[in-house]
């Protein structure tokens, strides 16, 4: 009796489980939650940017509002799973049980800054040959990057610019529109003797692809269908040329899809 009494109960949790995947499938998407960190031009604090901009012309004509937060990368990363429905800005990962789209949101290009006096001439990456090279935590550079290096992690640019000066680091890679804006804050907030003209800044392009990344779930596979869909229109009609020329003086079409 007990064993047939355990059975039943068994079937209708599975009727239940089914039921709640199913109503969760079929639920109207009025919202997405996405997290990144605040980059300024690309996510800016009041909603605007080039990412923001790009996404909200994807959802916003589907009736989907876009909800967003903005947190330190690495924080980002750990909580995008259990809170949001997307992070915006990473690349691929492996070992993340991400849902990627087909369309990339940009190339990553990346600022490598550096004293003046440090080297002689800069010959690209392998100017980073066994040196010491700080970049923002969570990054993960490391990936796109072919040269042995000792890598140290700073919690922030603030942070990655003092060591730089005092010569605990060798270089420092990040975003160069980041980069000048944390020199002026350390010049202007810190009354720093930062002296910007004793150094030298080189772009890397790295060619990691640079997606909206969604959570691995059925709400997650929906988002990425009219993610797919929509900038598949918006290419079509010229919109997207239109916004990344504006932006970065790129068409859209001269990204790698």
């Not at 080297?119 to 550079?141: C, H, M, P, Q």
């Amino acid at each position: 009796m007990n064993m047939n009494r355990y059975s039943f109960l068994f079937v209708l949790l599975m009727l239940w489980l089914h039921s709640v995947a199913a109503y969760a499938e079929d639920e109207p998407l009025t919202t997405i939650r996405l997290m990144t960190s605040e980059w300024p031009g690309y996510t800016n604090k009041d909603g605007t940017g080039l990412y923001f901009d790009v996404i909200k012309a994807v959802y916003e004509p589907e009736g989907i509002q876009i909800i967003f937060e903005l947190l330190p990368w690495k924080r980002a990363q750990a909580l995008v799973k259990k809170t949001a429905d997307a992070i915006v800005g990473e690349t691929i990962l492996p070992e993340e049980d991400y849902l990627y789209p087909e369309w990339p949101i940009d190339v990553e290009e990346v600022t490598v800054m550096f004293k003046k006096t440090k080297i002689a001439e800069w010959k690209g990456e392998t100017s980073l040959e066994n040196k010491t090279v700080g970049w923002i935590r969570g990054y993960d550079f490391q990936m796109y990057l072919h040269t042995a290096m000792k890598i140290l992690e700073v919690d922030n640019l603030k942070s990655g610019l003092l060591m730089l000066d005092a010569g605990r680091i060798d270089f420092l890679i990040d975003y160069e529109d980041l980069v000048e804006e944390a020199v002026e804050n350390i010049r202007k907030t810190d009354k720093s003797d930062f002296d910007r003209s004793q150094y030298q800044m080189e772009s890397l392009r790295l060619g990691a692809k640079v997606y909206v990344a969604f959570v691995n779930s059925a709400r997650g596979k929906r988002l990425v269908e009219i993610f797919n869909r929509r900038m598949a229109q918006l290419y079509e009609s010229g919109v997207l040329d239109t916004m990344y020329k504006n932006f970065t003086q790129w068409r859209y079409e001269q990204y790698p899809k």
